[in-house]
């Protein structure tokens, strides 16, 4: 049995970061021309993406855990086959219930992804981790906002569904890599200076939920916002899809530039610190997005809303990490993931439903208060830190 190169897999997981974070953020893209098509309401829309994001909620935990006891490469690789298989038949779907059950087939291969991709790195992970962090993060943003700026071209030529074929195949090629190659990594140990590094007694778990209150409130937030961003801007700035997806675009480019830098500044400062800032401005930029303004306007607070809301993904992976304890990695960012997306899973229909009711700009504005809390609770959390360190 060969022993991995650490560069290799750290960069194959980079590269299937990216593909994998396309099948999380395809449907957002072209989610007002799917309304179109099938004659939904908000609600309907909403409730879409929130069934997507319950199955992989589900299946995180599932696949996480397993990843501790089997070969982590090859269940990422069978899941973007799942992926793949699953989107692109969605595309040649003219049926919604078709397409909605060939939509949560994809959703499971997607759900390999996090937990288990997130266990390879955090393992390899043994110094400058926020540089490896932040490096893995940057490849997931850099293919979105790739994604985002193509389907702006492609939307003016081609119908959403030859987006979902040409995108939703990118997991064929990326399972190729995982699957067939020579070396092998296996079940990981957990060793003592791992143990050590953890906070390992019954403090870990009381400050791990509160961290996963911190973040499901904040990405309960985001992940509406996002997931209605191109019908926001479609119906209420009233452009057109195809420059919707390039103002969308900006978000994951603000995302990408900035993730890098907060991922070598976890290294040299706090990560908590850095995570604090990123949490208090997220209210106040959702606030500003559902205020009136130009589309040039809305560009650039899109991209200061990258920044705010994904920059700082390095240092939320490190605290994770840390207050993940001593149990199987796998199983942990498993848990992790499916709390995170059984919680925020939930927000793209209660989002959809009170856009019926108020509007989407007014439900922009409304969906800015769990951020808000969350910023005291990060508060909170980082206190009893301090406490349990001393």
């Known amino acids: 049995m060969k022993t991995p190169n ?42 879409v993406l929130t069934a997507y994001l319950m199955v992989i909620a589900l299946f995180s935990t599932i696949l996480g855990k397993w990843s501790d006891s089997v070969d982590r490469q090859r269940i990422l690789g069978f899941g973007f086959i799942l992926s793949a298989i699953g989107m692109t038949l969605a595309g040649i779907m003219d049926s ?20 288990v991709g997130l266990a390879l790195i955090d393992e390899t992970a043994h110094s400058r981790r926020g540089a490896v962090f932040g490096f893995f993060e940057f490849w997931g943003f850099l293919a979105v906002c790739v994604m985002f700026f193509l389907n702006s071209i492609l939307l003016k030529k081609f119908e959403w569904q030859i987006i979902i074929l040409l995108m939703g195949s990118s997991g064929f090629f990326m399972a190729l890599p995982f699957l067939f190659r020579k070396e092998h990594h296996g079940p990981h140990q957990i060793n003592k200076q791992e143990i050590s590094a953890s906070i390992k007694d019954e403090d870990s778990a009381q400050l791990l939920i509160l961290f996963l ?6 990405f309960f937030s985001i992940t509406a916002v996002i997931n209605f961003m191109t019908t926001f801007l479609v119906h209420e700035i009233e452009v057109t899809p195809g420059v919707a997806n390039l103002m969308t675009g900006f978000v994951f480019l603000g995302g990408m530039l900035f993730t890098p830098l907060f991922g070598v ?16 401005l997220c209210a106040p930029a959702m606030v500003l997005l559902s205020l009136p303004s130009k589309a040039w306007i809305i560009t650039i607070l899109l ?14 992976d490190m605290l994770l990490s840390r207050l993940s304890g001593s149990i199987g990695k796998g199983q942990a960012f498993g848990y992790i993931m499916s709390v995170f ?41 980082d206190r009893r830190m301090g406490q349990v360190n001393r």
């Open 96 to 115: 919604m219930a078709a397409f909605v059950v060939l939509l949560l087939v994809a959703a499971v291969g997607t759900s390999s992804f996090h937990p």
């Open 303 to 316: 991209f200061h809303a990258g920044i705010i809301f994904y920059g700082s993904s390095p240092p939320m």
């Open 213 to 218: 209150v911190t973040i499901t409130l904040r």
């Open 341 to 381: 997306a059984v919680i925020t899973a939930l927000s793209p229909a209660l989002f959809g439903m009170l856009a019926d009711q108020v509007g989407l700009r007014i439900a922009f504005a409304l969906f800015a208060i769990p951020p808000f809390v969350s910023f005291f609770v990060l508060l909170y959390t």
């Open 265 to 280: 500044l976890s290294d040299r400062f706090k990560p908590m610190n850095l995570f604090l800032i990123t949490t208090g």
């Open 6 to 47: 650490l560069k290799l897999l750290r960069f194959k997981c980079a590269i299937g970061h990216g593909i994998n974070d396309i099948y999380w953020f395809l449907l957002p893209s072209i989610l007002p021309l799917i309304i179109d098509r099938f004659g939904l309401r908000y609600r309907s829309g909403g409730l």
